[in-house]
T-cell receptor, first 117, second 117 residues
Framework: GDSVTQMEGPVTLSEEAFLTINCTYTATGYPSLFWYVQYPGEGLQLLLKATKADDKGSNKGFEATYRKETTSFHLEKGSVQVSDSAVYFCALRLSGDSGGSNYKLTFGKGTLLTVNP | GAVVSQHPSWVICKSGTSVKIECRSLDFQATTMFWYRQFPKQSLMLMATSNEGSKATYEQGVEKDKFLINHASLTLSTLTVTSAHPEDSSFYIC?????????????FGNGTRLTVT
């Protein structure tokens, strides 16, 4: 079945350090890929997305490139801030019939990032 | 941007009672809404997919008689946890899609923390 595997945390970094959170996927079709961020006690917020191979999603200094050849969508940021501390989820969503469970997101287990000042 | 409002943000109830959680799309029409459950330090588990005007589609292992879902309009879906027990304590999150495109991201509510005593 379809699945998302992301690096297990927690990840602890100092402010201004470089961040990489690995994400690989298994899918039977051609998925769209997403990164969501969850701040403590809140729901998920879309961070960035990519809908086809070689697309690069970017937002708030974060980037991820859809690599079909390696089935990966690693999240990177050149210089993290304390405010980036959160749980990051990689997810995929497959095309299919309109509506119904074909639209559901499949999430990775999440990676907790803590950035210390 | 698209906003999904979830209410209440937290609720404490006694064992055996029922609790209703509302999910509203404030500035768009949501043809499909999804209900997720999140256990501590774990990923989101899809419970059911709700399409306006039709019965919800439940994921395997989710009791439809215990978790009642109603999607009466294009802006409102409700999840009712019936005869709640302590093991139902969890973080429940809804999400909504405003287009029929599979690569359109889902917009999430801020979640509801349910504690059953």
């Amino acid at each position: 079945g379809d699945s998302v595997t992301q690096m297990e945390g927690p990840v602890t970094l100092s402010e201004e350090a470089f961040l990489t959170i690995n994400c690989t996927y298994t899918a039977t079709g051609y998925p769209s890929l997403f990164w969501y961020v969850q701040y403590p006690g809140e729901g998920l917020q879309l961070l960035l997305k990519a809908t086809k191979a070689d697309d690069k999603g970017s937002n708030k200094g974060f980037e991820a490139t859809y690599r079909k050849e390696t089935t990966s969508f690693h999240l990177e940021k050149g210089s993290v801030q304390v405010s980036d501390s959160a749980v990051y989820f990689c997810a995929l969503r497959l095309s299919g019939d309109s509506g119904g469970s074909n639209y559901k997101l499949t999430f990775g287990k999440g990676t907790l990032l803590t950035v210390n000042p | 941007g698209a906003v999904v409002s979830q209410h209440p943000s937290w609720v404490i109830c006694k064992s055996g009672t029922s609790v209703k959680i509302e999910c509203r799309s404030l500035d768009f029409q949501a043809t499909t809404m999804f209900w997720y459950r999140q256990f501590p330090k774990q990923s989101l588990m899809l419970m059911a997919t709700s399409n306006e005007g039709s019965k919800a589609t439940y994921e395997q292992g989710v009791e439809k008689d215990k978790f009642l879902i109603n999607h009466a309009s294009l802006t409102l879906s409700t999840l009712t946890v019936t005869s709640a027990h302590p093991e139902d304590s969890s973080f429940y999150i809804c999400s909504a899609s405003h287009t029929s495109s599979y690569n359109s991201p889902l917009h999430f509510g801020n979640g509801t923390r349910l504690t059953v005593t």
